[in-house]
């Protein structure tokens, strides 16, 4: 027996027809760039998360560094960020030379804590050198962070907040999108993320209009915006005038017209994903150290479906040894790799983040993945806790 860990063969299987159709009336059309379907495709992405604003972008991770370009986010500012996380949720921060401050996780949920976030805010400010910015919270494995707890936090100390969204994208609180507590949401269109294209893709979504026609701006190497054409006397076309510094980050009109037609199944997909979390949680509790935990009010979209278990490596060998594939979502926090172990972190270190990243791993999770395929799981996984 084979499983996949991502089937995403399954879920082309279903909509095969309608993504085919929709690739090559793209390429019969010939506006590659920035064609139609990229717009068609942000106003159905922010009508989706309840935003004013979505843009494209040419991947998650730039969807990061544009809000910061933005805000003009630079040497001497500091970045709040959680380390256990997906490296480009701090890789961005240096390339904007502002200094990353990592901050631990919470031991249920594995996002940010912001009781940890507090104490490092007050830390950066007591030492004088560095000024608190930016706060980025990532939905981590598919579940929003305590958006609100952070959003009270950024506004006591006048700082900016980033949802890092790429895993969870479409995930709630008491039904309400990320968006309505971050200046920006991110996201990842990366084919295994929930929201995945044929390729490279990302997006930034906002209610700040201003914010949207700046990030418009940075994302094509600093055109003019509207309020930039209104004080300025240009003749020519608009994308010849450059007003700051910018970089070419666009999304293609394939990935848009694939992202049209994967947006209309994902809602259902969740749905789905949140079925398979549910089988998996009510077999699996008591049987390995920690299942995942979901608060009440929050809604998943299960990028990983992650458990913890005191004998990883063993584990992982005989679900191996059965055809199971598992993976370590991650088996290095950000300040013990190399390139980012001299930034500041929390006071007292990082706990949470080191004890974590020993003992978890992540199962098979996608929307397609039927009863009998998890019970194979369920089964390997108790077969060798038992
Ligand atoms: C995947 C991911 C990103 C980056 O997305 P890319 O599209 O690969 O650039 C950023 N943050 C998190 C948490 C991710 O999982």
Redesign the pocket.
């Known amino acids: 027996m084979s499983i996949a860990f991502i089937d995403l063969q399954a879920q082309r299987a279903r909509i095969a027809d309608r993504i085919d159709k929709a690739v090559l009336e793209v390429v019969h059309d010939g506006r590659y760039v920035m064609g139609p379907w990229v717009s068609q495709f942000e106003q159905e992405l922010a009508t989706f998360s309840s935003a004013k604003h979505a843009l494209g972008c040419a991947?998650?991770?730039?969807?990061?560094v544009l809000p910061l370009m933005a805000w003009g986010v630079g040497p001497g500012d500091a970045v709040f960020c959680p380390s256990f996380?997906?490296c480009?949720?701090a890789e961005i921060i240096p390339w904007e030379g502002a200094t990353p401050v990592f901050v631990d996780i919470k031991p249920d949920t594995y996002n940010m804590d912001p009781d940890s976030l507090e104490a490092a805010i007050t830390m950066v400010k007591a030492e004088g050198k560095l000024v608190p910015k930016v706060i980025i919270g990532?939905c981590?494995f598919g579940q929003a962070a305590d958006y609100r707890a952070l959003r009270a936090i950024a506004d006591k100390h006048g700082m900016k907040l980033i949802a890092?969204s790429?895993?969870g994208f479409g995930t709630t609180i008491d039904g309400r999108h990320p968006t309505d507590w971050a200046d920006a949401v991110?996201t990842?269109?990366?084919p295994a993320?929930p929201l995945g294209c044929y390729g490279?893709?990302?997006a930034v979504l906002t209610n700040d209009t201003a914010l949207a026609n700046l990030i418009d701006s940075y994302r094509v190497h600093g055109k003019a915006t509207p309020e930039d054409l209104a004080t300025h006397k240009f003749e020519h076309d608009p994308r010849y005038l450059n007003m700051r510094v910018g970089i070419n980050s666009r999304l293609d009109s394939i990935q848009a017209a694939i992202l049209i037609q994967k947006l209309a199944i994902f809602a259902d997909e969740i749905e789905a994903r949140n079925r398979v979390a549910a089988r998996y949680n009510a077999a699996l509790a008591g049987h390995v150290k920690q299942i995942p935990h979901v608060p009440d009010g929050f809604v998943s979209t299960w990028?990983q479906y992650t458990i913890e278990h005191d004998n990883r490596a063993g584990l992982i060998e005989h679900l191996k040894s059965q055809g199971i594939p598992a993976m370590v979502y991650y088996p290095v926090p950000m300040h013990r790799q190399g390139p980012y172990a001299h930034y500041p972190m929390a006071p007292g270190g990082l706990p949470v983040s080191d004890a974590k990243a020993a003992s978890v791993l992540s199962l098979p999770m996608h929307p397609y993945l039927d009863e009998a395929t998890q019970d194979a799981v369920i089964a390997a996984v108790i077969g060798y806790s038992a």
């Open positions: 991947n998650g991770t730039d969807a990061l996380t997906f480009a949720t990532v981590l890092d790429a895993q991110t990842s269109f990366f993320k490279d893709g990302g990028a």
